[in-house]
């Protein structure tokens, strides 16, 4: 099941970063329970145990084991967060901003809604998968970055990044060239792909192909529930849920940067001082230009 935003508006927020985080590694029956829970969130403050095992096809063990995979005690505290959310403001989907907000409100909004989910990325995020990564680039001897709209900002931001302590990297807005430059990735290297949907066809034709090669893949992505996951080695995911625009919002892009910011620091820490010195000789490089 692809979990929408819509989905996630429907159930308690620390529930929603949960399934989130967890759902790829949850066994099939523990699959089966969430995604009838996703589906049915209205009805899950009235259903006792035996009826939500019965309704969702899946053992009254299997129900509880699924509540505490979600940071509850059990099925019955899992039900009364359900009781309880059903009454109260959304939290999954950040405020709408309205036409007729004043200026300092519409600001505030926006502000409020990258803050909360950079928050919420860094509840999200696997700390195991972050190191997985880490060690990856770290052992890479060449880094393809790849992405499409928002995320080719991101994936040339992390380009860059690289580029300046000299390590071998790859980059391109093109489609074709993202492919291309897949031709000479092999064992040992690595692909970082940036979707937020995890469904950008050319970013998953990029990584498969990466994959295929030998290329250690890392997402970077907002669903683990997608096409990108399926392909990937190593999954990052962010947790921004903003639906006040009907176009690309910056609070995407914000917690894909601060994830390449975090991977890049864990990489320089890790390669010690001979990239940190290339990394000063960048800076001094530059000087130059500033006034």
């Known amino acids: 099941m692809i979990m929408s935003e819509e989905m996630f508006a429907r159930i308690p927020h620390s529930c929603a970063l949960k399934i989130q985080a967890g759902y790829p590694n949850l066994k099939s029956a523990e699959r089966r329970a969430v995604d009838f829970l996703m589906a049915n969130a209205e009805r899950i403050a009235d259903l006792n145990i035996v009826d939500f095992a019965s309704m969702a096809e899946c053992s009254e063990a299997t129900a509880v084991r699924m509540a505490k995979r979600l940071g509850y005690e059990g099925y019955i505290e899992l039900r009364r967060s359900f009781d309880l959310h059903r009454d109260a403001e959304p939290e999954g989907v950040y405020p709408e901003i309205d036409s007729k907000d004043p200026l300092p409100t519409m600001l505030e909004k926006v502000f409020n809604s990258s803050m909360s989910s950079l928050a919420d990325t860094l509840r999200t995020l696997d700390l195991g998968q972050f190191t997985r990564a880490v060690d990856a680039l770290v052992g890479s001897g ?10 080719g900002v991101v994936a040339r931001e ?22 291309f430059f897949t031709t000479r990735l092999g064992p040992g290297d690595v692909m970082l792909a940036f979707s937020h949907s995890g469904r950008s066809r050319t970013v998953n034709n990029a990584a498969k192909l990466s994959r295929k090669r030998g290329a250690t893949v890392i997402a970077v992505t907002n669903y683990p529930v997608s096409p990108l996951v399926k392909t990937s080695d190593i999954i990052l995911q962010t947790a921004v849920f903003a639906t006040f ?21 864990g990489f320089l820490q890790k390669m010690g001082k001979p990239y940190l010195k290339r990394m000063l000789a960048y800076e001094e490089s530059v000087k130059p230009n500033k006034v």
Do not use: M
């Open 142 to 151: 060449q880094i393809l970055f790849c992405g499409i709209g928002d995320g």
């Open 158 to 179: 992390s380009y860059l990044r690289w580029l300046k302590v000299g390590h071998t990297a790859y980059e391109s807005p093109d489609a074709d060239e993202q492919l």
């Open 245 to 265: 625009a009907n176009f690309e919002v910056i609070a995407k892009r914000l917690a894909q940067l601060c994830i390449v910011e975090s991977l890049f620091i």
